[in-house]
């Protein structure tokens, strides 16, 4: 599953049966694995986010979150989180993903996780521009402890470019 499809998705909390928000992003660590995601509501001028974190959502699937109650639901600084996915001064979508020895894969599109995994990364899909993804189709990266989050661009392996593939829709056989 992208976490592209999973943005815009409601989430409900399953204590009272209640629609608490919408997914707008995902903050995701250094190393890789998705720590919590972000429900709409930020107010203008408003320094802080609503924010779940990953141990207290119950599921995840194609149609909705589930967390487990409305205490999961925390006011944070927006400044405190580091990396998300797509929105903020730390987000990872379009960051260059540049090989250690210095050739351009392309740009960060979208990223995999598998669900049977929880909150793991599996994958990276790269873009290479709108009319290399529609001639040639958009590159998936399978996910390794050496890629790395720089400040300005996605650092892995030299010998990545090796092992892009085409692009998959559903890690988890869907």
């Known amino acids: 599953m992208k976490l592209q499809e999973l943005i815009g998705l409601a989430v409900y909390e399953v204590e009272h049966g209640k ?3 919408e997914v707008v992003d995902f903050i995701v660590s250094e190393e890789w694995r998705i720590v919590g995601i972000e429900l709409e509501g930020k107010r203008l001028f408003s320094p802080n986010i609503k924010v779940v974190l990953w141990e207290d959502i119950a599921a995840y699937g194609e149609d909705a979150v589930m967390i487990r109650n409305q205490q999961a639901i925390r006011n944070t600084e927006a400044d405190q989180i580091k ?3 797509l929105l903020g001064r730390g987000k990872l979508k379009e960051l260059p993903v540049l090989t250690n020895d210095g050739a351009l894969l392309g740009r960060l599109a979208d990223v995999y996780l598998d669900q049977e995994m929880g909150n793991t ?3 990276l899909e790269i873009s290479d521009g709108f009319i290399s993804d529609l001639v ?5 990266l399978p996910y390794t402890p050496e890629i790395t989050i720089g400040e300005d661009v ?5 010998l990545s470019e090796e092992k892009l593939e085409k692009a998959i829709h559903s890690v988890n056989g869907r």
Do not use: A, D, N, Y
């Open 19 to 21: 629609r608490v928000g």
């Open 83 to 85: 990396h998300t996915f």
């Open 121 to 123: 990364i599996v994958g």
């Open 136 to 140: 040639e189709g958009r590159k998936w």
């Open 154 to 158: 996605l650092m892995v392996p030299s």
